[in-house]
């Protein structure tokens, strides 16, 4: 197969569109809808380990649909009525075959490589200056899964020459992925069918947690048994008899038998922590994952000046470190909490977002009134905490007036918070400093052990 005939069979076949439809689409998902994949420290463009995690999970859209697409230009023989001309020739079947197959396989790795171009590109000018390697497997195999899909659907419609072949397996692999889905609301992503059966299909759940990555076994597993597809595919695509086309079921069949051994039957075993990221950087007592090393130039300074405040409000009580918070957690459990330590979530969109002074506040204001709710992307719990947590940093801070953490929304569950909040600062200021004190120290206590501290700031009884 010379360049010459590769550039005869790209332009004049339909074999370019699916590497159009991956990197046209994927990029219309992911920059023109405003979704979940911009936000958090999982963001497509945030880190590399989760730019490679959202563009495999794309392929829930276009696995099914390339199948389909690689069956549409595998009927090409038998639409054109030369299936039966082409056998006769001297030219051996497996060299007719390569020609499509690897007309392919350029354009999906193509469009697909674009698109990973594209994320990497705004990876680089992000933020994030920790660069994993472990990115790289996850999108191969990725790459992988797409071309041995297309010739798969190939092989098949070359096998099965009827117009249903294109959409019966485009189905049939929506139906596959729809019943190994995996949904990542437990700390690790799970699903309803088995762990290892579940690893058959590529998709990988939408990122939630930067320090998760795929394992070794896994993309061990899966490439075995997207080569045996792929090579299934290619067998079926230059069969020339009922024999043969039996045969060349067994890759897959042996690629698939291989993957049940290798892939892990737990999902801890599947989504591993990525130690190197997850490995703190500190500065004296201020410390954040490597993954997140770009924020503690700015932390450093401002959790110093926060824990001298803290120490100055709560004494021997006070934390003495600011820690990024690492834990696994599923969707809605409470955050462990330990009064030696401000726990800091770049999830949190306040933490994200602030600097200066406004980061100081915040520190503080965790550290005298932290949230066991957390407040993330995919969690709203840690909002109801701000009212009470603005009176305590606004207290310790030495401001006349209630300074909130956040701007007020106008909504009436709000807005009747708020006017608790004033009414509870305006009682804390009238109190004598001792007892001022005292109360903050209840707030910080009641915090700790998850319960109400705006009655901790009012000295009620708490629900």
Known sequence: MNGRVLHIELKRSVAPWPGVVVLGGSLAV???IDGIWWKGTAGWTAQWTAMAL??????GFWWPLVV???????????RSRMAELLTTT???AWRRAALPAGAMALVLASGFGLLLLVGGVQV???ATTYTSPGWLPISLVAALALVAAAVFGMGVARALPSVLTPPALTVLFLLLISLLRQNNEEALPSGVAPNRLALLSPVTADPREMLLTLSDSVHLGQTLWLLGLLATGFALLSAATRRTRLLAVAPALAGAALAVLILPAAPRDTYVVDKTAATLVCDGPVCVTRANHSHLPELAPRGKEALRVLHDALGDKAPNSVREDTELRALGDERRLSGDVVLIDYDDPLIAHAAGAGLTRLLVAQGLAPNCSP????EGGGLVDIPAQSIAASWALGDHQLEPLQQPDTDEYAQRAWANAEVAWEKLAALPPAEQRSRIAQVHAAALSCQNELTALTGETSP
């Not at 959202?54 to 392929?59: A, K, V």
């Not at 389909?68 to 038998?78: H, I, K």
């Not at 407040?375 to 995919?378: A, G, N, R």
């Open 30 to 32: 992911l920059c023109l």
């Open 54 to 59: 959202w563009t495999r999970y794309l392929l």
């Open 68 to 78: 389909g697409m690689g069956a549409v230009y595998g009927l090409r023989d038998s």
């Open 90 to 92: 001297p030219l051996p």
């Open 124 to 126: 680089s000018l992000g």
């Open 375 to 378: 407040s993330t992307t995919w």
